[in-house]
């Protein structure tokens, strides 16, 4: 009878262990998007694209940026294993200067927590750094 019961437990044990081990994974394409220098009032939208590489479906609960001025939006449905999905990130390209925001996603994958950085520089006249010019007089 001792070791109906062990067996049991350790059956019970296993099985759970096995159901515990199943979890959604983002695996994305790149966790940085670069801008690299755009001119003021470019096109902001970039898009982050990643895989459920899990075992069961993927849900994005919500994506917040560090500012706002940069606006991300997530994907309304479950992206199931092996599927991808995308997260747009619009930019306000009005704004001059340097880029260094975080996109943070929060959802049900074994790593619930998920930063992403955008970069770049939003050049004020369209310009590129003007110290290598010669001049021609």
Do not use: H, W
């Amino acid at each position: 009878m001792k070791k109906l019961v062990l067996i049991t437990v350790l059956a019970f044990v296993g099985f759970n262990s096995a159901v515990a081990q199943k979890a959604a994974k983002m695996q994305f394409k790149s966790e940085t998007i670069d801008y690299g220098e755009i001119k003021k009032g470019s096109d902001g939208v970039r898009v982050f694209e990643f895989t459920n590489t899990g075992d069961i479906d993927l849900v994005i609960k919500d994506v917040t940026s560090s500012c706002g001025c940069t606006i991300p939006t997530k994907p309304e449905s479950p992206v199931k294993p092996g599927e991808t999905g995308k997260i747009e990130v619009k930019y306000n390209t009005n704004i001059p200067g340097p880029i260094r925001k975080t996109v943070t996603v929060y959802s049900n994958a074994e790593e619930p927590t998920k930063a992403l950085k955008i970069k770049g520089r939003v050049l004020d006249d369209g310009n590129t750094d003007d110290s290598d010019e010669t001049d021609t007089k």
